[in-house]
């Protein structure tokens, strides 16, 4: 009785994956054609495989600028994220204060805003503060649902932590940011680990604010990738090039922490 | 009611080679019918795996086990007929306590009238006839647990009932409580009753018989009294008794023991062999001697405690420590003093290789 | 979790005072502009005049957006009817551990991470007849598939998208919410001879409610944002381009 089921669900899970991974696969394959052959023939693999789409994105720099323009103003979010959400974290889950509940909820409604709502305004106030067209307005710009997010999932890693190890601390002489750094970040590192990557994951993957809010020195490659029609036609080859690139650092961080994926959302939480 | 005879061992690994690849060390017992029993011993001893095999959520790599001389080895535990009671109460959330209860027979598809007057008889037995349309989410530890058992007995034909450490999520003041409620319902059903547990007082006062392990080999099978005095092998001594039995290394030749440093004469028809031996004897049972008495060694008092319901005297001879247990009133010598303790006598009991000697 | 209530100390509010700074930087003031501008007809950048819910009232009569406003909740509503069913489905179909639980958890996780724009470029390759391998395998099927063309083509990929990349968050969310179930419960239900539908439905629904709750906001949530897009988009640019001088047009809220 138990094989039969196993057997049905194993078949749906495969069934499953060839729906989730194919027009990926198709991607990638695509990548490894050239514009020529993509176009004349079709086939379920190259018959001419090449790197060139991927030299032209290494050499072009209108190409590889866009890639690490969104890891640098990623990488500054998840930091100023983390940053700021640890000590509030903290405030939610060990104290009580005046309107504690009422912060917390609001802060999670935040998370819930389209980030359309907020395009005009914030194109007016960069323009205003003079942060048009730098990395540093995207990164300031995401911490809209970043951070909210990010307390999220610290406080639900944090109540798991006995106030008693906080006590001992204090008893033992410990001043709180050394107790903090020292001890109780790598009691919740888990949970941080699994914060930094939803900061990482949505910040990366947004689009509609990224390309807003810049031009030209700090275009991320969802903006990059738009510009791929050229004389000869549209530029799949590159194009798809581009695109399976863009996979390739959220697969590596999912690696990185997909043992604390399962504990992170089991938190309730995201 | 099912009379469960074990004849296995078992190994989590594929090829076990020695003794430590063992979860199960070759075993071969019977539980009768209707007796209630404890599974004793310390954390990683095995016991939980025999339960798990008795029930069927385990096939033993080895093996066989019997439910009234019929093979259930490779059996599910509904073909089996048993009932578990888990450390923590698994209950069904969504369920009211009536609808719980109701569950085990409305899977066997027993008529309405049936399961409702099942239901409101171990609902009664248990003391939870006023909260029968309750939701089971709501109520307490112990309520919860008492549901868990419940689901156990509603089935009449159940063959065991099988217990993992159960009361470990109640409260101490509860636990009692729930102990007495358990003896209760063995004395009126007479069901077949396993218990597993690491604390003694729960198996020594829930059990008629105590299996103690360590390390997964049956170490006794005995009544309490029988574990008290004349415990097996050492470890038994040991684990059994609060604080353990006193073990002091002996070396027995002609007739006479050395121990700590002392001859002492060896009593009259016990026949103990030649060589090192080591000779056990419960603080309760270590009394005060004169000087120089058969049997007595002199002792350097260490500490006298007073507990409430007894006293506690430690001393020291030789290099060991010896405890013993006297009742309150008793004048007791000062730390410091020398106390001949009577240490061979009539409960003493001797080892060889950690097995006690006839 | 400790069963002790929290002590109070009003002095946390310092410890919480930075991520209201950066919530308020993007989120408060913002958002006051927008409510600002929402009831205000700006004629020119010097003669703006307050209307009240002018705007709001002629935006609620504005038909093309009811109809859009239906569309957009008809297409909530199919997204959400086959993704949790299908995220509950792939939750219980994957493994609970070793190798292979890793090896899927990413497989399934990948289209997660895929920028917004990229997930619509892979579908708009994948379904095109000509370098596609879904358009071109249902042409020679002999399906006429055309998803710039026909609209209901559209609507299905649109779906079809949607589905294959937010399922796996629903998948992810009651992954987790399975993975939290004691094995005593699974034994037990065996004990008490349940059928596999009875232990989906006393043990393992009720254990992934809160995380479902949680699934069917957010989908529900986002899959709003595509109309508040388009919404937002027209609406307060118009408005915008009333204050930079541009003509104005009759009439509001055109799609």
Known sequence: MNDKRFQKRTLFL????????????????????????????????????????????????????????????????????????????????????????????????????????????????????????????????????????????????????????????????????????????????????????????????????????????????????????????????????????????????????????????????V | MAHITLDLAHSYKPRPQQDSDYALLPLAMEFQDGGAYALLGPSGCGKTTMLNIMSGLLVPSHGKVLFDGRDVTRATPQDRNIAQVFQFPVIYDTMTVAENLAFPLKNRKLPEARIRERVGRIAEMLEMSGQLDQRAAGLAADAKQKISLGRGLVREDVAAVLFDEPLTVIDPHLKWQLRRKLKQIHHELKLTLIYVTHDQVEALTFADQVVVMSRGKVMQLGTPDALFERPQHQFVGHFIGSPGMNFLPAQSAAGRLQVAGHALEQPAGRGLPEGALQVGVRPEYLALAQPGAAGALPCTVQRVQDIGTYQMLTAQVGEHLLRARFAPEQRLPAPGETAWLQVLGAHTCYYQNEELLP | MSATTKPVNQKAWFLILPVLLCVAFSAIVPLMTVVNYSVQDIISPERRVFVGTEWFAAVMRDEELHAALWRQLTFSLAVLLVEIPLGILLALSMPAQGWKASAVLVLVALSLLIPWNVVGTIWQIYGRTDIGLLGAALQSMGIDYNYTGHASDAWVTVLVMDVWHWTPLVALLCYAGLRSIPDAYYQAARIDGASKLAVFRYIQLPKMRGVLMIAVLLRFMDSFMIYTIILLLCFILYNWMQRVGTTAKEGAGHE
């Open chain 1, 14 to 269: 495969i069934a499953y994956l060839v729906f989730a991974i194919l027009p990926i696969y198709w991607m990638v394959n695509m990548s490894f054609k050239t514009n020529e052959e993509i176009l004349s023939s079709f086939s379920l693999w190259p018959q001419h495989f090449t790197w060139d789409n991927y030299k032209t994105i290494f050499t072009d720099e209108s190409w590889y600028s866009g890639y690490i323009n969104s890891l640098i103003y990623v990488a500054i979010n998840t930091v100023i994220s983390l940053t700021v959400a640890l000590p509030a974290a903290y405030a939610f889950s060990r104290y009580q204060f005046l309107g504690d509940k009422h912060v917390f909820f609001w802060l999670l409604t935040n998370r819930m805003t389209p980030p359309a709502v907020f395009l005009l305004p914030f194109f007016q106030l960069y323009t205003t503060v003079g942060l048009m067209d730098t990395h540093i307005a995207v990164a300031l710009a995401h911490l809209l649902f970043n951070v909210p997010l990010a307390v999220w999932i610290l406080e639900g890693f944090m109540s798991g932590i006995p106030r008693e190890i906080d006590e001992t601390a204090y008893i033992d002489g410990y001043s709180f940011p050394r107790f903090f750094l020292t001890i109780f970040l790598p009691l919740i590192k888990a949970g941080v680990g699994v914060a930094a990557f939803f900061c990482f994951m949505f910040s990366w993957v947004e689009l509609l604010l990224a390309r807003t809010l810049t031009s030209v020195n700090a275009k991320p490659i969802v903006a990059t990738m738009t510009r791929t029609v050229s004389a000869s036609g549209m530029d799949w080859a590159t194009l798809a090039a581009a695109g399976v690139l863009t996979i390739v650092p959220g697969a590596i961080v999912i690696w990185f922490v997909r043992h604390y994926i399962a504990k992170g959302f089991a938190m309730g939480r």
